[in-house]
């Protein structure tokens, strides 16, 4: 049974930093696409961050480039979300989620609706 858990979620001050896991199990994280997302009520779930599994080449939604960094570590099934520099506007739920195809054009796939396996999501509050 494929289970993807997010941990690491929390409340920080603007400017702080966060480390979100997502620990994945019943697959192997090797050649799958991985994504985060996250959703603020009333929102549509929106795109932070994608990794392909063909290529390996990460994408990164315009608000977060240069802040945020994704990692996966297939060794340990582990895909990391590093939030640095974190704003008031980054406040939402985050989801990671998993395809087992390669999206070798990760920017075109980063989108909610092509992941399959999804987190139950981890909440990241930034406030002063």
């Known amino acids: 049974q494929v289970q993807l858990v997010e941990s690491g979620g929390g409340l920080v001050r603007p400017g702080n930093s966060l480390t979100l896991s997502c620990a994945t199990s019943?697959?192997?994280?090797?050649?799958?696409?991985i994504g985060w997302f996250r959703q603020v009520p009333g929102k549509e779930r929106e795109a932070v961050s994608c990794?392909?599994?063909?290529?390996?080449?990460?994408y990164y939604t315009a608000s977060v480039q240069g802040r945020f960094t994704i990692t996966r570590d297939d060794a340990k099934d582990t895909v990391i979300l590093q939030m640095n520099n974190l704003q008031p506007e980054d406040t939402a739920v985050y989801y990671c989620?998993?395809?087992?195809?390669?999206?070798?054009?990760?920017?075109?796939?980063?989108?909610?609706?092509?992941?399959?396996?999804w987190g139950q999501g981890t909440q990241v509050t930034v406030s002063s």
């Open positions: 989620a998993a395809d087992p195809r390669s999206f070798d054009n990760i920017p075109k796939y980063c989108r909610s609706y092509y992941f399959q396996h």
């Open positions: 019943g697959f192997r994280l090797g050649h799958y696409s």
């Open positions: 990794s392909s599994g063909g290529t390996r080449d990460a």
